[in-house]
């Protein structure tokens, strides 16, 4: 059975700063999706990522995937107010979208 | 270009009494999926369907659940008897092709119950 797993599941960051977000998954896969949720709002997607070393940056935020480590990374560079939110990882193998349980960012002054 | 569209956005019932979803997915979207969100988690696929036919409905709760996309276009979700963890939002997504890699998910803004 597939588990994504997220770290850390709340994260505050000072404006300004440099932050990471992991995702590890149990196994195989050939999709990882980045997805952004705001409070009572649905999913935004952010980024797909295909193969192993892919890289996407949009804005402030950069994702990467290392398959052979079932890791993916989302950077978010001088964290800003907007970026505020719930940030999930999902993972396509047999089942489609399996999903990490979020990790809750909240941008302080 | 339009979203995926469900209602009724906010539903509260009693237990044990039902309740129906519909969705209206991206036009032209052959695959379509519903997911469960229980607050504080991660969505949990319930169902997917390509066209009209149902690709893994294999963590659907069958006994109280049912869904179907008689047309290969609009889906309904239905619960019937509702229990109290029945309480989530209810997310309808779609895609163009399933197993299609590259295929951004697109999802609607969610039907919210509350069994109370």
């Known amino acids: 059975e597939l588990k994504v797993e997220q770290n850390p599941l709340f994260l505050s960051m000072q404006e300004g700063k440099n932050y990471t977000i992991y995702c590890n998954y149990s196994?195989?896969?050939?999709?990882l999706y980045w997805y952004r949720q705001d409070p009572g709002k649905s999913l935004e997607s952010l980024f797909v990522?295909?193969?192993?070393?892919a890289v996407k940056q949009e804005g402030r935020l950069m994702a990467s995937l290392d398959t052979k480590a079932r890791l993916s990374t989302l950077h978010i560079t001088a964290a800003v107010h907007d970026l505020s939110a719930t940030y999930f990882c999902?993972?396509?193998?047999?089942?489609?979208?399996?999903f990490g349980k979020g990790t809750r960012l909240s941008v302080i002054a | 270009e339009a979203g995926v569209a469900q209602s009724p956005r906010y539903k509260i019932i009693e237990k044990r009494q039902s309740v129906a979803f519909w969705c209206n997915p991206i036009?032209?979207?052959?695959?379509l999926y519903w997911y469960q969100q229980i607050l504080g988690q991660g969505p949990k696929l319930l169902i997917q369907?390509?066209?009209?036919?149902?690709?893994?409905d294999s963590q659907l709760p069958k006994d109280r659940f049912s869904a179907e996309r008689l047309k290969g276009v609009d889906s309904t979700l239905k619960i019937q008897p509702a229990k109290l963890e029945d309480s989530a939002v209810y997310l309808c997504?779609?895609?163009?092709?399933?197993?299609?890699?590259?295929?951004?998910?697109?999802f609607g803004e969610g039907s919210w119950l509350t069994v109370v």
């Open positions: 997504a779609s895609s163009l092709l399933r197993g299609r890699r590259g295929n951004t998910i697109y």
């Open positions: 196994t195989t896969s050939d999709r």
């Open positions: 990522l295909l193969s192993n070393g």
């Open positions: 999902a993972v396509v193998q047999v089942t489609p979208l399996v």
């Open positions: 036009s032209g979207h052959a695959t």
């Open positions: 369907f390509q066209n009209n036919g149902v690709v893994d």
